[in-house]
């Protein structure tokens, strides 16, 4: 990006084929809507050209790509008027440790629905916080620079999600299991 700011914006392509995938996904997990968020991808590599001057280089990249990332995100949910509300239930399932084997193929749909409905019931915040932490693999310390906050808060609120999560999930299984009888 350093190159990118000093005027070599061919660099820009560079960037784009390493970064527009996980960008994808991180703004696709936000709202759950595949042609917003391929417009927001553009959006955010258009800006990053706009307001190259302020890559200053001294923290990572992907920090500065999120910032830009979540400051489109907050202008398309301005315009549309709506919350951010869907994931990829089958990737958070695997890295939150769900999944109950090929065997029971219907169960495990019914519990990848209850995630979806789970994640749902999150707030922005929290749902943001386990996408950014747990999908898009940042680092604590990243996530920090990101959300303008401290590693130790950024731990504790990962730490508040996940458990948020696990209860909602739980009020819903247990919700499900009574239903059924």
């Known amino acids: ?107 495990q749909e019914q519990n990848q629905d209850m995630l979806s409905k789970a994640m749902e019931k999150l707030s922005g915040e929290q749902r943001e916080i386990l996408i950014l932490s747990r999908f898009q693999e940042l680092k604590y310390s990243e996530i920090a620079q990101v959300l303008n906050s401290t590693e130790g808060a950024i731990k504790v609120r990962v730490h508040r999600a996940i458990n948020e999560l696990r209860r909602i999930y739980l009020l819903l299984e247990t919700g499900r299991k009574t239903h059924e009888l």
């Not at 936000?30 to 990053?48: H, L, P």
């Open 1 to 107: 990006m350093l190159q990118v700011k000093a005027g070599d914006l061919d660099k820009m392509g560079l960037l784009f084929e390493r970064y527009h995938r996980p960008l994808f996904g991180f703004l696709f997990r936000m709202t759950g809507q595949t042609e917003a968020s391929e417009d927001m991808v553009q959006t955010v590599f258009y800006r990053m050209l706009k307001y190259r001057h302020t890559f200053t280089g001294e923290g990572e990249f992907r920090t500065w790509m999120y910032h830009l990332a979540r400051n489109v995100l907050a202008d398309q949910i301005k315009l549309n008027k709506r919350a951010a509300n869907q994931a990829d239930i089958n990737e958070l399932s695997d890295r939150i440790g769900g999944g109950t084997g090929a065997d029971d193929h219907l169960q």
